[in-house]
């Protein structure tokens, strides 16, 4: 749920010393209204299951809890009636066990548990500063609030709870837990090299821990190696079914273009959705796979189903104003853009409503977007978050196309070759004048990218600038039957191409000649095998762990190949 969670000062759940009077000690408290307040600094460690006890103390507990149990359960049997013991609910548990139990399954977890799990492990790490589970926990528990309130502050405060977690157990000690959070931590920071090295060293020393596999997943996307990502994906579903396994299920299904099986598979989880947290994600999803396939009525419904679970899901509403758009609406999506961005100020929100507010002609409103996008961006950079795709993708359209050219090719030589870098490699080649070199690139995203209608209409301008008018056709079509509202700014350039490619007289020399470009392609990178799913750990472990051997850098896959 991506919006401010609830305060709880202090977790009804924790029986730990109650917070210091510090301000950096307390949890994050935020309102759910516009314009509130960002969550205080807090401090920038702490963690989930209490600590183990010394044996000492495990005897001494263990003793005095068996004479009150069996005086406990004397007394039930003596002054309770059966049918009252039978009639007893089940306690409900508190907002720290929510978090708890939802995390050890791979779940979403309310922000409003994830904030009192964060005050609960604050508390305990501060006066047991060794409990290196616990500093784990909290710092686990940063990075997932740093992604989904857009505060990348929290990722420094993440990676400082982590190494301390690690200074009081190193990662071969045992400690894998910091390492899978430090795997976290580098995909919210898009570094996906990073955090391949670190999930791979997890599976290589414990390849039935469930919890390496999501960050494998994420990692494995991001450098656009889907074969192993599939392959992680299957292994998560061996290890841990349900709920979870079917939502990355789905994605891996969407990610190989099989729509229909994406849907099954999306809808099953959200039938089978137990907690509101899930629920609202499966519904989330499955306004993503109905916007990505043109049923815009379909999205709304489907995002606000996911809104009525939790109104302020800042995914669903800047989803629901993405479709809101396609229909027309544009009041309305602009009114749940800005609730969106009012809790969650998203750099790809503002991009996407400047770019609305341009497709209506409100320049001063457009450009106010842009502004803000690019200090946002500036912001998260000096937080150490790698922005070079965003950043290229909106240089490309609104600013340099240069500049874009150089921030994404830098971003290709990261191994970073999923089909949203190429596609927008090739698209701000194109918009810089070098349309031969941008073809391989956009070919590349549209054979890998899932069917994904920006994707086609890209390949398609491309060729129609080559004179490829054949392919050019083909793809345009492509990218508006898939969606045919897929951009405010670019599905009537589409249409307008598909016409004017529509009136070019057949036989004409330009299907079948290219017509010069005046730069020559640049020599693209060559493919080299993919690493074994065991190969290797890391070369370099940060302070406090032991460091093993780097596995093989992740394959490069050249443009055109799927």
């Not at 990676?159 to 795997?183: I, K, Y």
């Not at 599905?491 to 009136?503: K, S």
Request: glycine fraction near 8%; aromatic fraction near 6%; charged fraction near 20%.
């Amino acid at each position: 749920m991506d919006v401010m969670p609830q305060q709880p000062p202090e977790s009804p759940q924790s029986d730990h010393a109650p917070p210091s009077s510090d301000p950096y000690d307390r949890p994050p408290q935020t309102s759910s209204l516009p314009g509130s307040e960002p969550p205080p600094t807090p401090d920038p460690a702490a963690p989930a299951e209490l600590p183990p006890v010394s044996l000492h103390t495990t005897l001494r507990r263990a003793a005095v809890g068996a004479v009150a149990a069996a005086v406990l359960v004397t007394g039930a049997v003596v002054s309770v009636p059966d049918e009252e013991k039978e009639a007893a609910p089940p306690p409900v548990p508190g907002p720290v066990m929510r978090a708890l139990t939802a995390t050890n399954a791979g779940a979403p977890v309310s922000l409003a548990d994830l904030t009192a799990l964060i005050g609960d492990r604050q508390s305990w790490v501060g006066t047991h500063p060794s409990d290196a589970r616990s500093w784990a926990v909290l710092g686990s528990a940063y990075v997932e609030w740093g992604r989904r309130s857009a505060d990348v502050a929290y990722y420094g405060r993440a990676e400082q709870a982590l190494r301390r977690s690690l200074d009081a157990q190193p990662g071969d000690r045992g400690n894998t837990a910091a390492w899978v959070g430090l795997a976290a931590l580098a995909n919210a920071r898009h570094d996906f090299v990073t955090a391949k090295k670190w999930g791979e060293t997890v599976r290589a020393r414990r390849p039935k821990d469930w919890t390496a596999y999501p960050v494998l997943i994420d990692a494995y996307n991001g450098l656009g190696q889907y074969t192993a990502a599939g392959r992680a994906v299957e292994k998560f579903t061996a290890l841990r079914s349900g709920v979870p396994a079917l939502s990355w299920t789905a994605q891996m299904y969407r990610n190989e273009g099989r729509r229909e099986d994406a849907l099954a598979v999306a809808q099953d989880a959200a039938n089978r959705a137990a907690t509101p947290a899930e629920k609202t994600d499966c519904l989330f999803r499955l306004g993503e796979l109905a916007w990505e396939r043109g049923e815009s009525e379909e999205a709304v419904a489907q995002y606000s189903a996911a809104l009525r679970t939790d109104r302020a899901h800042s995914p669903s509403l800047a989803g629901r104003a993405r479709a809101l758009a396609a229909l027309g609406r544009t009041d309305e999506a602009q009114r749940d853009y800005r609730a969106a961005l009012s809790r969650l100020p998203s750099p790809a929100y503002m991009l996407e409503l400047g770019e609305l507010y341009e497709s209506l002609g409100l320049d001063d409103d457009s450009r106010g977007q842009y502004t803000k996008l690019r200090g946002t961006l500036t912001q998260e950079s000096g937080q150490g978050v790698d922005e070079s795709l965003l950043l290229g993708r909106f240089e490309a359209d609104h600013g340099d196309a240069s500049r874009a050219v150089e921030l994404l090719r830098a971003e290709w030589g990261r191994q970073h070759h999923s089909a949203a870098v190429a596609d927008a490699l090739g698209w701000a080649l194109y918009r810089s004048g070098d349309s031969q070199s941008a073809l391989a690139y956009a070919q590349q995203a549209a054979d890998t990218g899932g069917g994904t209608a920006l994707y086609a209409y890209h390949l398609g301008m491309i060729e129609q600038r080559l004179g490829n008018h054949g392919p050019a056709r083909r793809h345009l079509e492509e990218a508006l039957r898939t969606n045919p509202h897929f951009s405010p700014l670019d599905a009537p350039p589409a249409q307008e191409a598909l016409d004017q490619l529509g009136r070019t007289p057949a036989g004409d020399p330009q299907e079948v000649t290219p017509a010069p470009e005046p730069t020559p392609p640049p020599e693209l990178p060559q493919q080299s095998p993919e690493p074994s799913a065991q190969q290797g750990t890391l070369a370099a472990a940060p302070a406090g762990t032991t460091t093993t051997d780097a596995p093989a850098l992740p394959p490069s896959h050249a443009p055109g190949s799927s």
